[in-house]
């Protein structure tokens, strides 16, 4: 009987010192980059002309980065068409938002001209968390 009691003081303490994982969930991932070196780079992206958009006028402000999903960034920025091809929807990115001044560079296209364009001022990036490259960007009045 004492060596029973013995063996089951045995067995508990050994169940009480294992390991055991009870989450099936898988970890979340979490961004390569850090939110401050998101900002940095979605700022330097900002700076940079594009074919409609000019360079920023003015120093950023109101800046702001999120980590989440590329479907949760691209749902929030309505972008319409879901998730690129070759991307995951799970994927983690950076959304950084900030206002500013951009110049709309907005070109005639067959007599579809806008006389007097409209500026932007907020601009949102979209960044690989991973890399930081860039995803997609939006810029609006």
Not at 90 to 116: E, F, I, K, T, Y
């Amino acid at each position: 009987m004492r060596r029973i009691m013995l063996a089951s003081l045995f067995i508990f303490f050994l169940a009480g010192c294992a390991d055991v994982e009870l989450s099936t969930q898988p970890p979340k991932q979490t961004a390569f980059i850090k939110q401050q070196q998101a900002i940095d780079a979605a700022r330097d992206l900002a700076r940079v002309a594009r074919s409609e958009i000019g360079p920023d006028e003015t120093e950023p402000t109101n800046v702001q980065a999120e980590e989440m999903s590329l479907a949760g960034a691209l749902y929030q920025l309505n972008i319409k068409g879901g998730v690129p091809a070759g991307d995951r929807a799970d994927q983690p990115v950076w959304l950084v938002s900030m206002d500013g001044l951009w110049d709309s560079n907005a070109v005639c296209r067959q007599g579809n001209c806008n006389s007097n364009p409209q500026p932007f001022h907020h601009c949102a990036i979209v960044l690989d968390a991973r890399t930081g490259l860039e995803i997609e960007s939006r810029f609006r009045p």
